[in-house]
């Protein structure tokens, strides 16, 4: 074996992320699945290795009934998210939401899927708006998933606005954070981003970790979403997608170099953490 | 006792602040002293009845040797100290970073000022830069105040980029956290705040509570200061302080609008926490 073939077999350092949007049409399953895996076919021909979906990107958002939410949700294990993961090549990742059925139960999920197939799912914790009428709340915390790129933290629109999320997912050695959201538009002064991309941008500088973001940007049933995908270095700069992102977002991202957690020359982001002083943060 | 004359009484849920600047002098400590009053009674006259003052401002920050340091500091029950307070009128609280001596040890302190007097002082515990070549780092977490104003928390500087300290304050009840910082300036894109204005925006909104910065402006020892001060609505929107501030920062801030941490009409910030997925942030 050659060292260029252990190169090719190793993380790389630095990967080519996309948020390619969907605009699902509730009701219409079949077809959103197989609109995901356009999204992500196209991501892939244009060079990305890591691809992220918006939330509930095989399903649509704006329920009317919990019998739609059912209808409209699939097992972690079904074949057709399954077929997405043979959209990817060796060494690629891609994060897609899609509303779980388990049993009675329905989830908000994000599966991570490889070539190999689904590699890992997780269930949103944090819910917003009406989402309780349709979804239970996950019980298990935000993973960081080990893949052919690099150890992945996951988490959910609502999820990321808990500073708590995002820091504990780096603290568990996450390289990267992707989120797929769906965000309504809220009300900003003009000139701001919206509220939701400062609090990410805050939060990757704060845990020195790059994030990306994969939401809508379409129109559904009077609810106009944000167009926020976006992808933040470990900085917390803007790397691709402002102001507006209807389509696909890429970028190229250098997992290491958020990896040693320096700040200048003295210090480091975690190191220098006081966990001694945060009790507070476990109380409710 | 009148209905007027108990309202007058009660911490009022409208509050102006103001964060003038100093241009403290290493080695004059009394000059620094007496500018820091008049800033206090500048923004008394102006009509603020919460003034913060930046971090270290009775003695500098760029200090040379550790004697430098020791020769700049004073205890929290020096005189001088307790003669700020007798700027403010009743009802009103200033808070002054200045450097402390207590025994051996030197920290970077804050005090906390009511027309009675030195109410409270803090140690800052989270050190940047060369600071530990001066200062020990505090023991005790940032402290809620009970003020005749309402519920003051306090960071400085470094302490505020930890995530976890602004929550913990917002947490433990503070209607408002107050920042006194020296921020030198640091490389940031073309159009980007300064990052650190982007944390303090995010942790405010994250826990809908206003936050009030003070900076430096000016230039020391070859360091420039980044006029970083600010005031942030607990919806993590400037309300002044843009884009720079070399003097009297002011506005109006509604301590009660932040305090039922509601967001939209199914959320609460507060309560939809989920302590229990958040183990990993007591650890190291």
């Not at 609109?35 to 509930?56: C, F, T, Y």
């Not at 009406?130 to 709340?137: C, H, L, N, S």
Request: with cysteine.
């Amino acid at each position: 074996m050659t060292g260029l073939q252990a190169d090719a077999a190793a993380p790389a350092d630095t990967v080519v992320v996309a948020a390619p949007t969907v605009r699902p049409r509730i009701g219409w399953l079949d077809d959103n699945l197989r609109e995901a895996g356009w999204s992500i076919r196209s991501a892939v021909a244009a060079g990305a290795r890591l691809i992220v979906l918006p939330e509930l990107a095989t399903s649509g958002y704006v329920f009317a009934t919990p019998e739609e939410a059912r209808a409209s949700s699939i097992r972690a294990d079904d074949a057709r998210l399954r077929a997405l993961s043979r959209e990817l090549p060796d060494h690629a990742v891609a994060v897609v939401g899609f509303a779980e059925v388990a049993g009675d139960q329905l989830f908000s999920s994000a599966a991570v899927l490889s070539s190999t197939g689904v590699i890992a799912t997780y269930r949103k914790t944090h819910l917003w708006g009406d989402e309780p009428r349709f979804f239970t709340p996950g019980d298990a915390a935000p993973p960081v998933v080990s893949t052919p790129i690099g150890r992945i933290g996951v988490a959910i629109c609502y999820d990321l606005e808990f500073p708590e999320v995002p820091r504990s997912l780096a603290l568990a050695g996450a390289d990267i954070i992707v989120a797929p959201v769906n965000w309504p538009v809220v009300s900003r002064p003009s000139g701001e981003r919206t509220p939701e991309i400062v609090l990410a941008m805050a939060a990757a500088r704060a845990s020195s970790v790059p994030i990306v973001i994969s939401d809508r940007g379409d129109l559904e049933r009077g609810v106009v979403f944000t167009g926020g995908s976006c992808v933040i270095s470990h900085e917390g700069w803007m790397l691709a997608g402002e102001p507006r992102s209807d389509h696909l977002v890429m970028a190229s991202i250098n997992l290491a170099a958020g990896r040693s957690k320096a700040a200048g020359n003295h210090n480091n982001v975690f190191t220098d953490r006081r966990p001694d002083l945060y009790p507070r943060l476990l109380h409710q």
